[in-house]
Every structure is written in C-alpha cells, then in structure tokens.
C-alpha cells in the first residue's frame, strides 16, 4: 500500500495506476481514522468491485461542531494503516493544512433533508461533510464511493450531493456492521469505560423490539415507546428517536406513507454520543 501525505501525491500515485491501465476502476471509502472491522468491510467491497482501492484518513475539523468531541476524537494513524495494508492500494493522510490551506468558502444547502436529526442537533456538520468528501471526490475521482448505513442521514445527504452536482460517482452503502451483542461498531466506542460498553447494546436491543411492536403501533406510538425505555434506564440519554421515511428523513404519520421506513436514533452513554438505526418497512 502507498501512503500519500499531499495532494500531488495522491494524484500522482492515481495516475501512475492509470498510465498502466486505463479502464482501471477506483473504489474509493473516506474515513476519519480509528478503524474498526466496519470501515474494513467497506474496504473489502470496494477491493471486490474495483481494481484498485484508495482511502483516506482524515479527522476533518469542520464538520464538529462542539471542539471537545473533536479533541477526544481517537487518532490511531499506524494503528489503522497496519490494519489495510493488504486491502487498500493507496491511503491518502494529508493534514489539516493540506486539505484547508485556506479557509473553507463552499457552501451546502440540502433542505430538509439536512434540518432533522443530526442536522439540527449538530448545525453545520453536513457543510463540513460535504466540503471535505467533494475535494476528496475530486482529487481520487473515484467510479465507486462507499458509505456505511450507520450514518444513515450521512449517506443520504452525499447522495443527494452526487446526484445535484451530476458527479460521475456511484455511491455504494453498506450494511451496519455490529458487535456480537449487536452493537454498531463506531470509533466512539473505543472512549467508553468497560461498564458503559456492557450496558450499550441496549440500544440495538430496544431498536430490535421496536421493530417487532412496529407491526401494532403508529410511527408515533413506536417513538413514545422507544423513549420510555430509555428512560428506565438511568444510564442513557436519549437525544432523539424518530421513525421517518428512509427517502426524505421526514417524520411520517403512516407506515404507508413511505416505501421505506427507518428508527433513527442518538443517544449519550458515558458522555459518549452513539448513533445507530433501524430499517423497520
């Protein structure tokens, strides 16, 4: 694997493959470090679909917006490069200064799609989003990008990028991947303490459970319920629970008002925010 720390290393390394074969396909997966067995089955797709792999590994800054979550992000650089050695091809590292050499001026602008949810507990987070994976995009001009289902309004907000900026990208999700006691793998769960990381698969449980009552209860029932078990359990936080169309991420009334329908849901645990969803229709 070849690590690019610049731009033009990056590009070079692409072309360099290009000049060998030029129909390659690039199978491309951003991510923010601190890699898990998730971001390894993105990778491994990627590796399956495509002739080539390039990653990226960036803690990008201004899609926090709260600078302690951003300080405590776990940064594990040769931790993670040790483990996509024989799966990706080139893995880009560049720094802030790399990526920013100026300050970001794009702007994004979605709608609703990006006012619920994590949108609106987190203002600004999707711009960030956005701006970093569009200059990555430019820079990798991948044939295929992939993105885990865990954030799922994540994905649907690059979708929706790709689609209006008519980027020749096809945008790949992958299922959750989770923990035996059914926990979503994320980065943030390397920052809770052994207690919390035993109580933390409460969330997939009640997710589960959910997911059966769905077949007697109205999307709104099903969010009441949802918070009610939460709060029997003094542990958690619950930030939100909403049950929403899959397509538009609106809340909806009716099981048929959507083609599919999702629980999206964020809660605290240990002073650690997990985010986590359901398809339910």
């Known amino acids: 694997m070849?690590?690019?720390?610049?731009?033009?290393?990056l590009q070079e390394a692409i072309a360099e493959r290009k000049n060998q074969n030029q129909s390659v396909s690039i199978g491309f997966v951003p991510t923010m470090g601190a890699l898990h067995e998730g971001h390894l089955t993105l990778m491994r797709q990627a590796k399956q679909e495509n002739d080539i792999v390039v990653c990226s590994i960036f803690v990008n800054p201004i899609q926090f917006n709260n600078k302690e979550d951003l300080a405590k992000y776990p940064r594990q650089i040769e931790q993670d490069i040790a483990q996509i050695?024989?799966?990706?091809?080139?893995c880009f590292t560049p720094t802030e200064q790399e990526m920013?050499?100026?300050?970001?001026q794009e702007s994004y602008n979605f709608g609703s799609l990006e006012t619920v949810m994590e949108g609106a507990m987190r203002p600004g987070h999707f711009n960030g989003v956005c701006i970093v994976v569009k200059r990555l995009f430019d820079l990798v001009q991948?044939?295929?990008a992939y993105f885990g289902e865990k954030d799922f309004q994540q994905l649907a907000i690059i979708r929706r990028m790709v689609q209006e900026l008519n980027l020749p990208i096809s945008i790949c999700p992958v299922k959750i991947v989770r923990a035996e006691d059914g926990?979503?793998?994320s980065?943030?769960?390397?920052?809770l303490s052994p207690q919390a990381r035993a109580l933390a698969p409460f969330i997939f449980q009640t997710l589960s459970q959910a997911k059966e009552k769905s077949t007697d209860m109205a999307p709104k029932q099903l969010e009441m319920w949802i918070a009610r078990q939460f709060?029997?359990?003094k542990a958690f936080s619950l930030e939100y629970a909403y049950v929403v169309d899959a397509n538009t991420l609106q809340c909806i009334d009716k099981y048929e008002d959507a083609q599919s329908v999702i629980?999206?849901?964020a809660v605290w645990l240990d002073n650690v925010r997990l985010i986590d969803n359901m398809f339910i229709k």
Request: hydrophobic share 25%.
């Open 263 to 265: 629980i999206c849901i």
């Open 85 to 90: 050695d024989t799966i990706c091809d080139i």
């Open 2 to 9: 070849k690590i690019c720390k610049t731009k033009q290393e």
């Open 183 to 185: 926990l979503a793998l």
């Open 100 to 104: 920013y050499p100026t300050a970001p």
């Open 142 to 144: 991948p044939d295929k």
């Open 187 to 191: 980065s943030r769960n390397k920052r």
């Open 231 to 233: 709060e029997t359990q």
